[in-house]
């Protein structure tokens, strides 16, 4: 399963909006001593504002730049545990880097444990549709290609973030990767 071993050993969380890549990478920063880096939480407090206003400020093409650019500035980070937004991988060059950074561990749900997750929708641009489930699905399955990318995944439905947090240690230490 060990694809290659990059210098960093960045441990980087992808997969799609509520699945718990940022509340997970806490608990798993914190149970391996590293710091946590949330792309998210980088893009809102460099532009001043909440990423559901800048999509509808500016749209999704401008989010995706400042995205890029976060995701380029993380990657240079050793040793972390990276967060990235739902989407941030769907740009090639954005995988990429990640995948030079370190390894990805890709965090799923089922459909309707994501629907649940995502609270207020208003805060979740994307799925500010008549059919949020319906949103759900066709996002998910257009990004399939690229959340299988990732070196690892793990399933995020009925279970704790502490409980995931040791999965993902778990199996990171037995492909040797930590």
């Known amino acids: 399963m060990t694809k290659r071993k990059p210098d960093r050993r960045n441990i980087i969380l992808i997969g799609f909006m509520g699945t718990g890549k940022s509340a997970i990478g806490r608990a798993l920063a914190e149970k ?16 001043g504002r909440a990423i559901s ?3 509808e400020e500016d749209g999704e093409p401008y989010f995706r730049e400042a995205e890029s650019r976060v995701v380029t500035e993380v990657s240079e980070r050793e040793n972390a545990v990276i967060a990235c937004g ?4 769907i740009n090639p060059i954005n995988l990429r880097t990640l995948q030079e950074a370190g390894w990805l561990v890709c965090l799923t749900a089922e459909p309707e444990t994501v629907l649940a997750r995502a609270g207020k929708l208003h805060d979740r641009p994307l799925l500010c549709k008549p ?27 009925n279970v704790t973030e502490n409980e995931v947090a040791n999965r993902i240690e778990e199996l990171l230490s037995q492909e040797g990767c930590l």
């Open 32 to 47: 391996l001593g590293r710091a946590f880096v949330d792309t998210d939480e980088i893009i809102e407090r460099c532009e």
């Open 53 to 55: 206003q800048i999509f």
């Open 86 to 89: 739902g989407g941030a991988i």
């Open 131 to 157: 059919d949020p489930m319906r949103e759900i699905r066709r996002l998910l399955k257009e990004r399939a290609t690229y959340y299988e990318q990732a070196d690892f995944t793990v399933a995020t439905d």
